[in-house]
């Protein structure tokens, strides 16, 4: 309210629109920054690890179109009873869905060598009451599995990130029942964004190789993924039959 010569002018408040704007832009100008300047990766005792600030993509809405998760599982022809092994499983987004594929007479081991990553796990199974399922903290070089007690194991996006990868394989062997399968989703080395930076991504044929050297071989390969592969091995001793014969490099989309 102001005076002037005698009148009394009553002024209406008004928001201030253009302080707000100039507020949310600036908001989001600093959280955009923020984000962007984030490593997708960070060390962890010594191991260079998926960071948990990217965790909001893993479990965005927007992930199922690509990630095609029904798919994958229905690919893995699992039943129910299985026994999986979720390794390096994040915020559980396979987890939950694995919990509920093998129901009550199977179980899930979820797996992942990050604290916060355990407790979001835990949040998880807790939450969505995933009475199947036991949360492990793995150790960098072995994912602490009881001895022949899983059926498949199972890396989304997780290989890339093993520092000794054939070392680690020989433990995940072990933890395998006879027939047992290890199934692998990588990033193409190739392919579009999203996803991670070039530097971290995989060739196929080098997880193939790597595979072949801790004793596995290739038994499916699976290209229904706009952005990942997807391979299945067994053990090598329990397979007679080679699966699809995409073992020169010229003959796999890398
Ligand atoms: C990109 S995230 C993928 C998470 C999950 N698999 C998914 O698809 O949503 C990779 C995860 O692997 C975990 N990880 C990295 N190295 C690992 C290791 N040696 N053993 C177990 N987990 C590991 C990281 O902590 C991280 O949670």
């Known amino acids: 309210m102001s005076k002037e010569a005698n009148h009394t002018i009553y002024e209406p408040e008004r928001t201030p ?7 949310v832009v600036i908001v989001g100008f600093v959280f955009i920054t923020a984000t962007a300047c984030a490593p997708r990766m960070i060390e962890v005792d010594g191991h260079r690890v998926f960071n948990p600030e990217y965790l909001w993509y893993l479990e965005s809405e927007d992930r199922d179109r690509w990630q095609k998760p029904g798919q994958v599982i229905e690919s893995l022809e699992l039943s129910e009873g299985d026994v999986i092994a979720d390794i390096g499983a994040g915020g559980g987004y396979f987890t939950e869905r694995f919990s509920k594929r093998v129901g009550k007479g199977g179980h899930v081991y979820a797996v992942d060598v990050q604290d916060i990553m355990i407790t979001l ?57 006879r027939e047992g399968r290890v199934a692998i989703l990588e990033f193409y080395k190739n392919g579009i964004f999203p996803g991670p930076e070039y530097g971290d991504r995989m060739y196929q044929s080098q997880v ?23 391979l299945v091995f067994g053990i090598k001793e329990d397979r007679t039959v080679r699966g699809p014969k995409i073992h020169r490099k010229s003959q796999l989309l890398e």
């Open 208 to 230: 193939i190789e790597e595979l072949e050297k801790a004793g596995f071989l290739l038994i499916q390969s699976f290209d229904f993924l706009p952005q990942e592969y997807f």
């Open 17 to 23: 629109w253009g302080q707000v704007f100039l507020l």
């Open 121 to 177: 796990l835990k949040n998880r199974v807790n939450r969505e009451k995933l009475d199947n399922v036991t949360v492990i903290k793995g150790r960098f070089e072995t994912p602490m599995l009881p001895s022949k007690s899983v059926d498949t194991a199972f890396f989304s996006s997780v290989y890339k990130e093993i520092s000794e990868r054939i070392e680690y394989m020989k433990e995940v062997r072990k933890s395998l029942k």
